[in-house]
């Protein structure tokens, strides 16, 4: 039997965070340090594996902008300061701002570090109490714990390691300078994989921006009619495709070549965006498996999604390949939790279920043409897993270097003849992203629609004077409005998304379009200068207000009584990665003198495919499991069953005896925060509510 051929593409990208002299926020350098130049270094160890890496230009300038010391990001600027020079807000800055990392694997198994950490709850403390050398230390670790897997061979590395306290400020300073030395090392290094033809270097446009909403935001009605669109509608495919053709010329410029292939921001496409770039000369773009499906109806099947599509128009043609989304988001969610050995078979397992069923349905010829594209970001997800992802990747890489199973290729490489007359070619693809295979992260919100009626006005101005001012002027001002077309200030507005720096992205988006009118001369407009969102904080996890007993009954019709009730908000709990297949936006949790209630609000009822499985760790361990027919309690402990209230309709209640809950703690006064944690499962997706760590929360 043929080996089946994987596509694996690692999309690298970062919105333009420079505001005036300075990064607002410091992910370009963190990333770069630990992902951007470990993901590609591993394969040097595997030289059979093949991938392709998608650069956004946005990305890759910030990149220029460090290592030519153009600019520093706030991070930065916080470290270099000595101590002893600390103005107290700048201490207040630094403990907002030096543990936003992923707390369970990058500071709690460094011993000063998480001294540090558990001292900072206490932020009065810790503003009244450390020492110089605290807040020395302080500065290093949170720069240090970033370091890559292979930066941390260096013993100059790892003698700062194995150091863990009592900092010195030139050791400090040859850390951040250490950081400029590896992302110097990023953009050599990938050319040096592409010449030695182990990856494809593919790109997005620009900066990032949806391009089908760049060329008529009328194209969110296609998933979504009726969806409140942007007033003035956006309507400008010349900024698409400027986009487009300025990521070439960057990509011309780094690499003396031209790129064949682009991952659209988000895997958006439509038919006028995908006329784009067939126009600009690129030869394959990608998107999701749902694009597909809706785009097929009827003539889709579970198999379709591994063949490359010609996509024909007037204009001419392109090679399209749909992202398998339970694959990708495996790796970006799942796997993290897993043994890297365990996760790697898994993979692999599912690979050669598919190449298995290829074969079997569709015959031997087919798995000649078929190619499984794995498609996800390269930076976000391995701060997740142990050592950064690296013992699960060269588990994998042994694993799919078995070119009898499975072959590995790029892009490019899966387009060939018989492969793209496999199935008729696509004339016509429903317009959509990787998400459900719609625009509404993007604008679906109110807060969405308000900044892009925001740009949308900004832009038409600019059509109004174009012809009065310079070109200079014209120049300066469209790229600001380019910069503000980028797709992630979109996707922190509305309620999808929350992380603790979410205001930052509305501040820059209106930072841009005021330096548009500022540039033009126009009197910057009163909204410009109004946050878009009216900031309410809402945190994700919220403590019972009161005791309360709730009627169990499965009805929405008294929500009151659930009003002093604390909740998790799962649907909140998305920030910079977003996993498909929710079932529930809402967990919420109460009692009284007998009982813990729970409720659980589902995005839709519970199909027989689909459950969810709340997790007990402590301080008694059991799962109760939640699907379309009932519930399940599963527990290694010899539990008691009694007292249990079970209702499901609108949404789904129960309630427990505390006894059950506490366990040997049931008699005592100062009870113990209960530790849980949610698993929903369906055919999409298992996703773990938190990705990392515990739900604590206090019963009255």
């Known amino acids: 039997m043929e080996p089946l051929k994987i ?133 290093v670790w949170y720069n240090l714990t970033w370091i890559g897997q292979y930066s941390r061979k260096d013993p100059k590395i790892k003698r700062l390691f194995d150091k863990a306290f009592n900092y010195t400020e030139s050791e400090k300073k040859f850390l951040i300078d250490y950081h400029i030395e590896i992302l110097k090392k990023i953009k050599p290094q990938l050319d040096l994989l592409r010449k030695f033809e182990q990856i494809e270097i593919s790109i997005s446009p620009m900066y990032h921006p949806i391009l089908p909403l760049l060329c008529d935001s009328r194209s969110a009605h296609e998933a979504l009619p009726g969806i409140p669109l ?164 060269k588990a994998l890489y042994t694993l799919l270097s078995d070119e009898s199973n499975f072959q590995t290729i790029k892009c490019s490489e899966a387009i060939n003849e018989a492969s793209l007359d496999y199935n008729k070619p696509l004339r016509h693809v429903r317009a959509g992203s990787w998400i459900n295979a719609n625009f509404s992260i993007w604008i679906g919100h109110k807060d969405d629609v308000a900044a892009w009626s925001m740009l949308s006005k900004a832009r038409h ?48 988006f209106r930072w841009h379009i005021a330096n548009f009118y500022t540039i033009i001369g126009d009197e910057i407009p009163e909204e410009v200068m109004k946050p878009v969102p009216e900031y309410e904080f809402k945190p994700i996890l919220k403590e019972q207000s009161k005791k309360i007993s709730p009627n169990i009954d499965g009805k929405l019709t008294d929500e009151d009584k659930w009003e002093n009730a604390g909740y998790f908000d799962a649907k909140r709990s998305m920030s910079t990665m977003h996993q498909i297949g929710e079932l529930i936006s809402r967990f919420w949790f109460a009692s009284d ?47 008691t069953l009694y007292k249990l209230i079970y209702a499901s309709d609108e949404i789904i209640e129960f309630a427990l005896c505390k006894e059950l809950i506490y366990g040997k703690y049931a008699d005592i006064n100062d009870k113990p925060k209960i530790q849980l944690s949610i698993v929903t499962i369906s055919n999409n997706a298992s996703i773990h509510y938190p990705q990392s760590g515990k739900i604590e929360i206090n019963l009255l």
């Open 7 to 139: 596509i694996i593409l690692w999309h690298q990208h970062q919105p333009f965070y420079k505001k005036e002299k300075e990064f607002i926020l410091p992910w370009v350098r963190l990333h770069g340090v630990k992902d951007y130049y470990d993901l590609p270094e591993i394969l040097h160890e595997f030289p059979s594996i093949k991938q392709t890496f998608n650069l956004v230009p946005s990305l890759m300038l910030q990149i220029d902008e460090y290592i030519n010391y153009k600019t520093i990001d706030k991070i930065q600027r916080l470290t270099q300061i000595q101590p002893k020079l600390l103005s107290y807000e700048q201490k207040k800055q630094i403990l907002e701002l030096f543990f936003l990392c992923n707390i369970d694997k990058m500071v709690i198994p460094y011993s000063r570090y998480r001294d540090l950490f558990e001292k900072s709850k206490d932020k009065n403390f810790a503003l009244n109490h450390f020492t110089d050398q605290d807040w020395l230390d302080l500065q």
């Open 230 to 393: 942007p007033e003035p509608e956006f309507k400008f495919p010349d900024d698409a495709m400027n986009q487009i053709t300025e990521a070439i010329r960057y990509y011309q410029h780094v690499f003396n070549d031209n790129p064949s292939g682009m991952w659209p921001p988000e895997g958006s496409i439509s038919n006028e965006a995908l006329k784009l770039m067939i126009k600009a000369n690129i030869k394959w773009v990608a998107s999701d498996e749902q694009v597909l499906m809706q785009s097929l109806k009827s003539d889709y099947h579970s198999l379709a999604k591994f063949f490359p599509y010609k996509y024909i128009c007037e204009d001419g043609e392109i090679v399209i390949f749909f992202r398998d989304h339970f694959l990708s988001d495996n790796i970006g969610f799942v796997y993290s939790k897993w043994n890297p050995i365990e996760a790697a078979k898994d993979f692999c397992n599912h690979l050669e279920r598919i190449r298995n069923e290829i074969y079997n349905k569709l015959g031997s010829e087919a798995l000649k043409c078929a190619a499984v594209p794995i498609i996800l970001d390269g930076e976000n997800c391995w701060e997740y897993y142990d050592e950064n992802g690296l013992p699960f990747l």
């Open 461 to 508: 101005r600019l059509e109004e004077v174009k012809d009065n001012i310079t070109t200079d002027q014209y120049k300066r001002a469209i790229n600001e409005l380019y910069i503000a077309e980028g797709s992630d200030w979109f996707w922190w507005y509305g309620d999808e998304h929350s992380a603790e720096n979410k205001d930052q992205f509305d501040i820059l």
């Open 593 to 639: 003198d007998e009982y813990a209630y729970f409720r659980c609000d589902t995005i839709h009822h519970l199909r027989p495919n689909e459950s969810i499985q709340i997790n007990f760790y402590y301080p008694v361990e059991f799962k109760i499991i939640l699907n379309h027919c009932g519930f399940t309690i599963d527990s290694e402990q010899d539990l």
